[in-house]
């Protein structure tokens, strides 16, 4: 089970941190990715980090403010979001690819675990 939080409600220009924590499986078996839906629009990927979290992949429109990690010993994966913009307003979900592809896939249909979402305001 995954379990997103850290979200709120922030100015723009300012920073949040969401962290997506797993139960009953190590994350470590998974390449990790974060989406976001933003009202009226469909889920759209955010960011991904290889299993070891050697690799990372980001959405053009979050790419030098976001940045994902993750601890493994924590079970843990993060979403480090600076200088944020009112277009940040979504709820953001995390979600794993357990399968062996090499690449990280920005595809959802391509993530099987999914965790429940943590809204994420941007007021400007």
């Known amino acids: 089970q995954l379990q997103a939080s850290g979200g709120g409600l922030v100015q723009a220009g300012g920073t949040l941190s969401l962290s997506c924590a797993a139960s009953?499986?190590?994350?470590?078996?998974?390449?990790m990715g974060w989406f976001r839906r933003s009202p009226g629009k469909e889920r759209e990927f955010v960011a991904g980090?290889?299993?070891?979290?050697?690799?990372?992949t980001y959405a053009r429109s979050v790419m030098g403010r976001f940045t994902i990690s993750r601890d493994n010993a924590k079970n843990t994966v993060y979403l480090q979001m600076n200088s944020l913009k009112p277009d940040d307003t979504a709820v953001y979900y995390c979600a794993a690819d357990p399968t062996s592809r090499v690449a990280i896939t920005t595809i959802e249909a391509d993530y099987i675990y999914w965790g429940r979402g943590t809204q994420v305001t941007v007021s400007s």
């Open positions: 980090i290889w299993r070891s979290g050697s690799g990372t």
């Open positions: 009953g499986r190590p994350l470590s078996n998974y390449k």
